[in-house]
């Protein structure tokens, strides 16, 4: 969740890291590219779901030259929630910002957090199933529009009890890329 987790992560060897947050502030990105820079291993991803993030990952990775994308999801998010876009449109035009920065940035995926939702295990279990349909209908648009960086697509979500969902939701995404 955070880059101090990521700098623990990285003293530890690991060598893929999902940072499940946007990547922002000036030192917490210089830490990431300073590691990408020097291990050309590193497998990392980050969260995008503004044109203002992109616009300031871009900058960033203009000046540190890593020689490779810097690997972003898209986050679908809802009403009322944390994070993430809240339409298909905005998640559009963010995808197509990060399309348009290549070869700064690469889209390989989309994702969610769907673990802030109502007590009511009903109405969660109904939440979750419209959310996670707007994740997979971002993705499909993607895909449609060749938004995706060349490779297989990463979908993921998770920060509650509902991964049977997300799991089954997922597997029948109907992507035509391979799909993770």
């Excluded at 030259?65 to 809240?86: A, S």
Aim: net charge neutral.
């Amino acid at each position: 969740a955070t880059t101090q987790q990521m700098a623990v992560a990285r003293d530890f060897g690991v060598s893929r890291i999902i940072l499940a947050n946007q990547l922002v502030g000036r030192q917490a990105i210089r830490y990431v590219f300073d590691e990408l820079k020097r291990d050309p291993a590193l497998d990392f991803y980050c969260i995008v779901d503004s044109e203002a993030n992109v616009a300031q990952l871009v900058a960033a990775a203009k000046l540190a030259n890593i020689g490779r994308p810097l690997q972003v999801f898209l986050e679908g998010g809802w009403q009322g929630g944390r994070t993430g876009v809240r339409d298909i449109a905005t998640g559009i035009k963010v995808a197509r910002a990060v399309k348009a920065a290549a070869p700064h940035l690469a889209l390989r995926g989309v994702e969610g957090f769907e673990g802030l939702t109502p007590a009511d295990r009903t109405a969660a279990e109904t939440q979750v199933r419209t959310f996670l349909d707007m994740l997979v209908q971002l993705a499909q648009e993607c895909e449609e529009a060749d938004l995706f960086a060349p490779g297989e697509v990463i979908l993921t979500a998770g920060g509650s009890a509902f991964y049977d969902m997300v799991l089954a939701r997922f597997s029948h995404a109907g992507l035509k890329s391979p799909t993770r």
